[in-house]
């Protein structure tokens, strides 16, 4: 059973930039494809950003293309989320996700493990 920790989240000006971190006990981290996902009050969880196992594969959404980026350190067991040039549409409560998927990373569902997220406010 692999367990997820987020942290780094906080109260950032539009334009500010904020690291994400989540770390992973219980199993390799290196097993699974790890994902960021957002969830806004009144929206439904969304797909931000995703890495393959190994790191050489990156996905994200249009929305933060450009100013969001995702890397992961097997060795520390932990992966990372870097955003800039954040806006008031980011502020959500941000989850990571691990799963056993090669394709299909923007669906919820066939992400196995997820942390308890950490919230994110971007004041403009």
């Known amino acids: 059973q692999v367990q997820l920790v987020e942290s780094g989240g906080g109260l950032v000006q539009a334009g500010g930039s904020l690291r994400l971190s989540c770390a992973a006990s219980g199993g390799a981290v290196s097993r699974y494809t790890m994902g960021w996902f957002r969830q806004a009050i009144g929206k439904e969880r969304e797909f931000v950003t995703a890495i393959s196992r190994s790191g050489g594969n990156t996905y994200y959404a249009e929305y933060v293309k450009g100013r969001f980026t995702i890397s992961r350190d097997n060795v520390k067991n932990t992966v990372y989320l870097q955003m800039n040039s954040l806006k008031p549409e980011d502020t959500a409560v941000y989850y990571c996700?691990?799963?056993?998927?090669?394709?299909?990373?923007?669906?919820?569902?066939?992400?196995?493990?997820w942390g308890q997220g950490t919230q994110v406010t971007v004041s403009s």
């Open positions: 996700a691990a799963g056993i998927l090669d394709y299909n990373y923007i669906n919820r569902g066939r992400y196995n493990y």
